[in-house]
């Protein structure tokens, strides 16, 4: 960072290891208040971090993680050693969120933010059928699946990798567009969206085949129509060590087995 970081937020998962982490960092580095913190610095794993990052939206503050989780992906590794001057040189991550516009079957509007995704699962043991539109073509008249997921580079290697989906670098400036357990057209993977598209989801015979749409940890049921674009304005920040940041991680990840 440009400025000396002097003032730190802590906030920690419920995870004994991480109020145990806590307690001793704001003890031996002193702490402010969220408001005033320069940097906040999360501890848990990566549930956590995206909890901490949506927290936060709007307050242009970055967030610097380590890993008190079982998870830690989005994380660094926990250290107590220098860490206002780990803080002073990590390498920034900016990223955009997808905002979420579903429509459930009373035709009520529910909007939220994905930091990883937007994902539409079917609720019962029918599959769901969904018609999906980019920029307002249909280009898939119908998808028979479990579900579909849009995703951002930055939860590319989360939800969507267990999907089969691409790995994105953070500067790609694309969607990944990926079903989830596609049953018709069996061997359709995908795919890669400029950033600036716009998805709609149509969900067909939406009476028998129900299906709920999800923003990261934001569920709405019954869902009949789902609109998902990148919102560019709202933007995060996110702090990794020098040499081990976002980009590097996305990429190391493409070559692991």
């Not at 994380?75 to 050693?81: A, I, L, R, T």
Request: proline share 4%; glycine share 6%.
């Amino acid at each position: 960072m440009s400025t000396p970081v002097k003032r730190l937020a802590f906030v920690a998962s419920a995870r004994p290891e991480a109020q145990e982490a806590r307690e001793r960092l704001a003890e031996r580095y002193g702490e402010v208040s969220r408001e005033e913190a320069q940097v906040v610095v999360a501890l848990g794993g990566d549930g956590f971090m995206l909890e901490t990052l949506h927290a936060n939206l709007g307050a242009h503050r970055p967030i610097y993680g380590m890993n008190r989780g079982s998870v830690g992906f989005l994380m660094n590794d926990y250290s107590e050693e220098d860490l206002l001057e780990r803080v002073g040189a990590a390498e920034r991550a900016v990223i955009y969120p997808l905002v979420m516009v579903a429509i459930d079957h009373r035709r009520k509007q529910h909007r939220a933010l994905a930091i990883n995704e937007v994902s539409l699962l079917r609720q019962i043991h029918q599959t769901a059928k969904l018609r999906i539109s980019i920029d307002g073509q249909v280009r898939m008249e119908e998808l028979v699946c479990d579900g579909a997921l849009v995703s951002t580079p930055a939860g590319s290697t989360a939800y969507n990798l267990s999907a089969h989906g691409p790995i994105i670098p953070l500067k790609a400036q694309v969607l990944a567009l990926t079903p989830i357990s596609a049953f018709r057209p069996r061997r359709w993977r995908g795919a890669l969206l400029p950033h600036t598209a716009r998805v709609t989801f149509e969900v067909l015979e939406a009476d028998k085949r129900p299906v709920s749409a999800v923003a990261d940890n934001f569920e709405v049921r019954d869902v009949v129509e789902v609109h998902v674009a990148e919102d560019r304005e709202v933007h995060l920040t996110m702090l990794f060590d020098k040499g081990r940041g976002l980009e590097e991680r996305v990429l190391t990840e493409q070559f692991s087995g």
